[in-house]
């Protein structure tokens, strides 16, 4: 019988999109929804690896992101100015969780593009756009990212 892994390194898959997709499909058949009705509720874990005991309920705990163009604060779950001379900095592990008819984002959130690889526009094959995620703006505005141009990345091989 196969294991479910407790935390899966994302950036390990060959096709992320691919994998995320299929525990979308996963959750329809589970809940006999249509898949068209789901989308993606994040939560950035406060905890370490090693505290995390057990597989989420629903969806998976992700891991391998960086952050470009931001800091991430742990004790505000929120994003922050990048410490100087901070081009990239490790995210903690996210919670996707697969959840029926989301409303648009709520204030004081930025939906964070991630990229499979720091060229973000991709190559002929395929596109190096992942999934948006959705992240606590802090203090700043979610415009204040976007002009930053702020984003999750799986690799930071050029």
């Not at 935390?7 to 068209?36: C, E, H, K, M």
């Not at 789901?38 to 090693?50: A, G, Q, Y």
């Not at 992700?62 to 991430?72: D, P, S």
Request: with cysteine; net charge positive.
């Amino acid at each position: 019988m196969l294991q479910q892994s407790l935390i899966y390194w994302i950036p390990g898959f060959t096709l992320p999109t691919g994998f995320l997709t299929a525990v979308l499909q996963t959750s329809a058949r589970q809940n006999n929804v249509s898949i068209d009705t789901l989308s993606w509720e994040f939560s950035i874990m406060t905890v370490s690896d090693e505290n995390i005991i057990g597989p989420p309920k629903d969806g998976v705990y992700v891991k391998g992101l960086f952050l470009q163009g931001a800091g991430w604060d742990m004790k505000n779950s929120c994003l922050v100015e990048a410490k100087p001379m901070e081009l990239v900095c490790p995210v903690p592990t996210i919670h996707f969780k697969p959840v029926e008819n989301k409303k648009k984002s709520a204030k004081g959130i930025y939906t964070c593009p991630c990229y499979y690889y720091p060229n973000r526009a991709g190559s002929g094959e395929r596109s190096s756009f992942i999934v948006g995620v959705d992240m606590k703006a802090g203090e700043k505005s979610p415009d204040h990212w976007v002009k930053r141009g702020t984003a999750l990345l799986m690799s930071l091989d050029y």
